[in-house]
DNA sequence: TCATTAAGTATGC
DNA sequence: GCATACTTAATGA
């Protein structure tokens, strides 16, 4: 395996306030892997051994029901830590993480977390930042689910992809993963119905273009007015 | 207002 | 040419 370079890190906030040394010994500790699109890294339930560093692609958190059904929890964007189970104090993971595109994550052994939180300025902080950040955005989604109609949900979550992990185009901003509209229903306890017919729609009214598996924003303003309270 | 059923078309390996 | 993605209409809770 080629040597990493200390450039993959730097920019990072877990790693901000580090100096190239103490970078260099967390990357000659780390394995990376490139993962293909759909492969599951680790599985809801199974013995955390390893938290992970997303460098590129992106992974979506799924957390699966008694029932079998399947709930999209957030979705990863390159530079984020994922799979931090030990940071809970969890021995197992909490829900499963498929990449939604070919990825390329570091990942290191649970073992060396409470060194590295002790050892290196800022990491522990950032991540309880990353864990309150995404608590935060569970918090809101759950009130969504609870007071929204499936329009407001799903313009809302349409929007966080895009502010999460937007990509500019001439004519919009893109989600820069693969996106399906049974994606966009688990995400948004509604069916790919639904979000068929809305997505229909918005492309008539000039909010949105899609093709299969992409979705560009026209008019992330109006998809805004469609979040809010009324539609 | 929205899920479900059902029956179709489009797309891409 | 097949599986997967997507669309649309009808029905009913």
């Known amino acids: 395996?080629?040597?990493?370079?200390?450039?993959l890190l730097t920019g990072l906030p877990?790693?901000?306030?580090?100096?190239?040394?103490?970078?260099?010994?967390?990357?000659?500790?780390?394995?990376?892997?490139?993962?293909?699109?759909?492969?599951?890294?680790?599985?809801?339930?199974?013995?955390?051994?390893?938290?992970?560093?997303?460098?590129?692609g992106f992974i979506r958190v799924?957390?699966?029901?008694?029932?079998?059904?399947?709930?999209?929890?957030?979705?990863?964007a390159p530079g984020q830590l994922f799979g931090i189970a030990p940071a809970l104090r969890r021995d197992t993971y909490p829900a499963t993480a498929m990449t939604a595109s070919e990825s390329l994550a570091?990942?290191?052994p649970v073992r060396l977390w409470d060194g590295f939180s002790a050892k290196y300025e800022g990491f522990a902080t950032e991540c309880y930042r990353t864990v309150g950040e995404r608590l935060g955005e569970m918090q809101t989604r759950i009130v969504e689910l609870a007071t929204q109609a499936v329009e407001q949900r799903v313009a809302a979550a349409l929007l966080r992809?895009?502010?999460?992990?937007?990509?500019?185009?001439?004519?919009?901003?893109?989600i820069a993963f693969?996106?399906?509209?049974?994606?966009?229903?688990?995400?948004?306890?509604?069916?790919?119905h639904t979000v068929s017919?809305?997505?229909?729609?918005?492309?008539?009214?000039?909010?949105?273009?899609?093709?299969?598996?992409?979705?560009?924003?026209?008019?992330?303003?109006?998809?805004?007015?469609?979040?809010?309270a009324q539609g």
């Open 1 to 7: 395996m080629p040597k990493l370079d200390e450039s």
């Open 62 to 76: 799924i957390k699966t029901t008694p029932e079998g059904e399947q709930i999209i929890a957030l979705h990863i």
């Open 178 to 192: 693969p996106i399906t509209r049974q994606n966009l229903s688990d995400m948004t306890g509604s069916t790919l």
């Open 106 to 108: 570091l990942s290191w």
């Open 161 to 174: 992809l895009v502010n999460q992990s937007g990509r500019r185009v001439e004519t919009g901003i893109e």
């Open 14 to 56: 877990p790693f901000s306030l580090l100096d190239r040394p103490q970078i260099r010994e967390i990357l000659d500790l780390s394995v990376s892997q490139r993962y293909d699109a759909g492969t599951a890294i680790f599985r809801e339930g199974h013995d955390a051994e390893r938290f992970y560093l997303l460098l590129d």
């Open 197 to 228: 017919r809305l997505l229909s729609a918005w492309e008539r009214d000039g909010i949105v273009h899609s093709t299969r598996k992409h979705i560009v924003v026209t008019a992330p303003h109006r998809l805004v007015l469609l979040s809010g």
